[in-house]
């Protein structure tokens, strides 16, 4: 019903008095759900004057800067000491930004503190080895992205002129970059207001609008979208000299998802915005974000065998085209969980006779696939055939120069030992 009170809104230098048409007032909009405050400003309301568009505009600023400054006040505070955190550079963000895809910060330090040592630019990654650069990204996974990154180094020395882009439409041209990573380098390394939104993004901004609906629907994922746009654009325009607020606002909406809004356990009693958290009041945190019933997990066996002969070990290249194309490995095959390695050995290796030794079993999980790989040593004496395998021999001391990977890389530690 309408309150008694009186709202005046002025705009061109015009002032209208007006009935306030909601059961509130401008100070209480901390309780409006933000999924409702963020959209008023589209809502048709039945005071169709410029009165009451003010007052949406109004309302859903003030719901923007409860989140905003409470979360540029806490990142100011809390803000982990990240080495991509001390520099501008927008090539070190990107090389960052790639490597912590699918993969942890405490892992991803020392890869990129190695990483920017030995490629500390666009030329020096676009001019560089294939082979040093699969060495450098070794172990991390989803080897992809590091072959993306030299086509995408390549096309800026190119065409830019070695200049890492600062235009979102340029750096959305580049191989492996989407949407988030642009909007990163945007805001982090040039302090644009591009929004970004990751896993963490999401985690906070369903759980404080109260969204409940299945989040990677295209529809809930466009809202979230536009709620990080405003968040962004309103942290910039309320921006003083000196400061950097869109940096320093997306990357606390990140940092709040990783260190306090986790996907288990939050630590709710230290969150900035936990007076604003819709999932709080209504006791929803354990069932949002609602996730989509994940595909079921699929179990695959490998065997693999690491063929020694005269001080040499046999490997093989990936493909080009293929997964992990480029790095080298063991001749392994995904097998029946009947096969018998011995036997298999013989037949797929043209050996007599063989006697394996079982080096270790490595497990990994890649998406929905459990992989267990069982790597065996074997020793020959003459130099074998091989079949029809294509590889090399090399040294053993030389094992360790050559990109391989992840797991296989795993399995020389265990031999060297």
């Known amino acids: 019903m309408p309150c008694a009170s009186r709202n005046r809104c002025s705009d061109s230098g015009n002032s209208t008095a007006i009935s306030c048409p909601f059961a509130i007032t401008v100070c209480c909009v901390s309780l ?41 006040k806490w990142f100011a505070e809390n803000a982990r000491d990240l080495p991509w955190r001390r520099t501008r550079d927008p090539y070190a963000i990107w090389v960052s930004e790639i490597m912590l ?14 990483w920017i040592k030995k490629l500390p630019d666009i030329t020096a990654l676009a001019d560089a080895k294939e082979e040093t650069v699969f060495k ?4 991390l996974g989803y080897y992809s992205r590091v072959r993306n990154m030299q086509k995408a180094a390549r096309l800026i020395r190119d065409l830019h002129k070695g200049r890492f882009p600062s235009g979102s439409q340029d750096i959305l041209k580049l191989p492996g970059v989407g949407r988030y990573t642009c909007g990163a380098v945007c805001s982090i390394a040039y302090n644009q207001p591009e929004p970004i939104v990751d896993g963490n993004v999401i985690r906070v901004i369903s759980r404080v609008a109260g969204i409940d609906e299945p989040i990677k629907s295209k529809p809930v994922m466009d809202r979230v979208w536009s709620y990080a746009n405003d968040l962004v654009k309103h942290a910039i325009a309320r921006q003083k000299p000196g400061q950097r607020n869109a940096s320093a606002f997306n990357q606390s909406m990140m940092e709040l998802g990783a260190m306090v809004c986790t996907p288990r356990n939050p630590i709710c009693s230290e969150c900035p915005l936990k007076g604003r958290c819709e999932a709080r009041k209504k006791n929803k945190i354990d069932y949002i974000p609602t996730l989509v019933k994940r595909a079921a ?29 480029g790095f080298w490995e063991f001749p392994n095959w995904q097998v029946d969980a009947n096969v018998d ?33 069982e790597m065996f040593i074997l020793r020959v004496s003459r130099k074998p055939c091989l079949g029809r395998l294509h590889g090399e021999w090399v040294p053993m001391a030389k094992i360790d120069k050559l990109p391989l990977t992840g797991a296989h890389r795993k399995a020389t530690k265990y031999l060297q030992d």
């Open 32 to 72: 409006i759900p933000l999924d409702d405050i963020l959209l008023l400003n589209s809502v048709q309301v039945n005071y169709h004057s410029l009165a009451s568009r003010c007052l949406a505009g109004r309302l859903a600023e003030m719901s923007l800067r409860s989140i905003v400054a409470p979360l540029l």
């Open 136 to 139: 450098l990204w070794e172990g």
């Open 101 to 114: 895809q699918q993969t942890q910060v405490k892992t991803v330090i020392p890869y990129w503190e190695r």
């Open 297 to 325: 997990v699929m179990k695959r066996r490998y065997i693999g065998f690491i063929i020694i002969w005269n001080g040499k070990v046999f490997v093989q290249r990936r493909l080009s085209g293929g997964v992990n194309a």
């Open 341 to 373: 390695p011995a036997d298999f050995a013989k037949g797929n290796l043209s050996l007599n006779q063989v006697h394996l030794e079982l080096l270790i079993v490595i497990n990994h999980s890649i998406t929905r696939y459990r992989n267990r790989l």
